[in-house]
């Protein structure tokens, strides 16, 4: 049933390209556009939302952050992206014209659920996107996009999160193709690029094999730290909360900016760091930003373990290791650079003769608040 693999996790880890394929499936057409019928919600309904929260918890929510970028880049609509444990509890400012966007693997999360609960009390529209069918989530919703990571057995979420993560880009071409914020060309062209990241995540996976071995050579680190900008921070979030659960080590992952803010100060002789670095063709000179924070940690002692495109040679002389990922659009590279930190994490409680698929305190449906 692990075909083959040691643990749930390496096989979901596998998973992925078929997954994120699997999702885009029946949703785009041959001309480029984007059909999501199956959501239920009018496009009257979607051309009137003035505003976006999402809502979720743990991994989801890292998925939710990820989202943001896309959605206002996208549709030009404001997107908050909330903890659900936490939503309710402020009074946010909720009419019909807002859309709540409630991410859940499981659908049965019940800080998720009393979140949504609460918005739907207050005339919100709520969608779901969920990876379980008739789940308590996308019951309680006006709506749902099903993600089809099928079924999650490892306890830390893997596949499930790229595949939300591609589930909310569909609903962002979809609202911009229906508002007009992004039209045809547009749409179409990153359509085309979804259509390669299952390819992209493939090759992301053959190069793995470098990858483990490092991550055993962490095994006894006291922590590690992790850092990304843009899309890569909540990337970073990601990875050091996979470390947290799996290896029950200390991990903290930052927004790369925020370094001389306070957490450089946690860097010692040897403290490892995985820098998740931007695209050199990005926008905004963020790569050479991130070049500059890994010369930083390094000269006062880290370990960098540099995430970085293929071609990209300005981080080499500042990187003790680098891990290749495929070079993608700018908002396509969490699907391919949170691989490597998933079997990072993967291999490191290995390393430690750790329950890789049960990690101790945890449950994998969080059903009490
Ligand atoms: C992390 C993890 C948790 C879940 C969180 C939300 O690996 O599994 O952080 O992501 O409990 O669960 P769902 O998505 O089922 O609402």
Redesign the pocket.
Known sequence: EKGGYDWFMLKEIAEQPAVVADTLRGRLTETGEIHLDEMRLSDDDLRDVGKIFII?????YYAGMVAKYAIEHWTRIPVEVELASEFRYRDPVLDRSTLVIA???????MD?LMALRHAKSQHARILAICNTIGSTIPRESDAVLYTRAGVEIA???TK?FLTQIVACYLVALYLGQIRGTKWGDEVSAVVGQLQEMPAAVDKVLDTMEPVRELARTLAEADQILFLGRHVGFPVALEGA??LK?LAYMHAEGFAAGELKHGPIALIGEGTPVVIVVPSPLGRDSLHGKVVSNIQEVRARGARTIVIAEEGDDKVVPYADHVIRVPRTPVLMAPLVTTVPLQVMACEIAAARGLDVDQPRNLAK??TVE
């Open positions: 979720a918890c743990g991994t989801s991410i859940s693997q499981s659908g049965e999360t998720t306890v830390a979420s499930a909360l996979k659960e449906s969080v």
